[in-house]
């Protein structure tokens, strides 16, 4: 079962958020994710350094994230990179508070520059990324992938 929250995404109510299990105040509506720690700490500078939307930076794989773990963000970035979507984002005006989801799933399985691997690859994880879009159900989605995906 899955109902719209306050912030215009459909959650579907499986898990209590990280937020509201450690007991914390939600500070940010903005979350980005991505399991590298270099992309990480890049994420935590950039918006140190006000050049991408302060957030939440969560450095899980995508496939431990939970819709329930996504609740309260107006904006959600995964495979957030170094925040790429987030500056494009503001740079095309788009307020902070317009829900949207955006990924850039990892490239390697479908690059002609790869093993061409495809959906057999340990990288190919659009299955994770449309499980979450399908449970939250965002107004608004942005993604890029390589031509060999389609």
């Known amino acids: 079962m899955a109902e719209k929250n306050g912030q215009g995404f459909m959650v ?6 990280r937020k509201q299990s450690e007991g ?18 890049w994420l935590k500078n950039l918006a140190e350094a006000k050049s991408i939307t302060p ?23 995964l495979f957030a ?8 984002l503001s740079l095309a005006g788009w307020p902070n508070d317009r829900p949207v989801l955006t990924g850039s799933c990892p490239c390697q399985p479908f690059s002609s ?31 890029e992938q390589v031509a060999g995906a389609i």
């Not at 994230?65 to 963000?73: A, E, K, M, N, V």
């Open 12 to 17: 579907a109510k499986k898990s209590i958020s």
């Open 24 to 41: 914390s105040k939600m500070t940010t509506s903005v979350y980005y994710n991505d399991n590298d720690s270099f992309s990480c700490q």
């Open 55 to 77: 957030g939440d930076i969560d450095g899980r794989s995508i496939k431990d994230i939970r819709s329930g773990d996504l609740d309260g963000y107006r904006q959600i970035h």
């Open 81 to 88: 990179g170094i925040g790429g979507w987030s500056y494009a």
């Open 113 to 143: 520059a790869g093993k061409g691997d495809g959906a057999d690859d340990p990288r190919h994880l659009w299955p994770e990324m449309l499980r979450i879009i399908t449970e939250l159900h965002p107004p608004t989605i942005f993604g």
